[in-house]
Nanobody, 116 residues
């Protein structure tokens, strides 16, 4: 079965950096696009970044452009989100997502808190 497991979240000061990882299993990872989303308390889940199967296409939300970088290692079945220059408004639970066949799968999420 499809499984997505995020890690790498934590507490960081404004201006700091974190790298999130999402380990995937249960499907042929290299054939599928992957996405990172986030959801803050009381807000809707929003798309943060997208990467195509071969990494040729990468898209970002306007709010994170120039600060976040999505990447993937198809040999390790893992997608990453490098987050630099973090701001308090980046505080959220971050999720990775895959649309596999006709079903959308989400990981359990990892909490990122940006605070001094």
């Amino acid at each position: 079965q499809v499984q997505l497991v995020e890690s790498g979240g934590g507490l960081v000061q404004p201006g700091g950096s974190l790298r999130l990882s999402c380990a995937a299993s249960g499907f042929t990872f290299k054939m599928y696009a992957m996405s990172w989303y986030r959801q803050a308390p009381g807000k809707e889940r929003e798309l943060v970044a997208f990467i195509s199967s071969g990494s040729a296409t990468r898209n970002y939300a306007d709010s994170v452009k120039g600060r976040f970088t999505i990447s993937r290692d198809n040999a390790k079945n893992t997608v990453y989100l490098q987050m630099n220059s973090l701001k308090p408004e980046d505080t959220s639970v971050y999720y990775c997502k895959v649309d596999y066949r006709t079903t959308t799968y989400w990981g359990q999420g990892t909490q990122v808190t940006v605070s001094s």
